[in-house]
C-alpha cells in the first residue's frame, strides 16, 4: 500500500504561483511513475503531470510552459509548481501514484482556486 498526502493549495489571483508537494509513505519503492491529476466542477478528472522514477516528465498542453512538476530523489515529496495560473486551473488537484503492479493510489485532494 502506498498513502499520499497533498499539501499546497489555495487561493490566489490570476497570474499567481502556488506549489502543490505530495508526500508518500508505505511501499514507496513499488512506484513507478507519479503524478498530479485535476478535476473542475461539473468536468472529469484531467492528467496535468507526470514524472516517471528515472525523471522523465509529461504535461497537458494547456500547463507546458507554466507547470512544472519534480521531485528531489526516488520517493522523496513530488512537487508542482504552478505559475501564471488562469481562472480556468481553478479545481481540485489531486496526486497519484501508479506502481509496477499497474495499482493506483490517489491522495485526498487539495483545492486550488484561482480568481481573476
Known amino acids: 500500500q502506498v498513502q499520499l498526502v497533498e499539501s499546497g493549495g489555495g487561493l490566489v489571483q490570476a497570474g499567481g504561483s502556488l506549489r502543490l508537494t505530495c508526500a508518500a509513505s508505505?511501499?514507496?519503492?513499488?512506484?513507478?511513475?507519479m503524478g498530479w491529476y485535476r478535476q473542475a466542477p461539473g468536468k472529469q478528472r484531467e492528467l496535468v503531470a507526470t514524472i516517471t522514477r528515472g525523471g522523465s516528465t509529461n504535461y497537458i498542453d494547456s500547463v507546458k510552459e507554466r507547470f512544472t512538476i519534480s521531485r528531489n530523489n526516488a520517493g522523496g515529496p513530488v512537487y508542482l509548481q504552478m505559475n501564471s495560473l488562469k481562472p480556468e486551473d481553478t479545481a481540485v488537484y489531486y496526486c497519484?501514484?501508479?506502481?509496477?503492479?499497474?495499482?493506483?493510489?490517489w491522495g485526498q485532494g487539495t483545492q486550488v482556486t484561482v480568481s481573476s
Open positions: 508505505g511501499r514507496i519503492f513499488t512506484i513507478n511513475t
Open positions: 497519484n501514484a501508479h506502481d509496477y503492479y499497474s495499482a493506483d493510489y
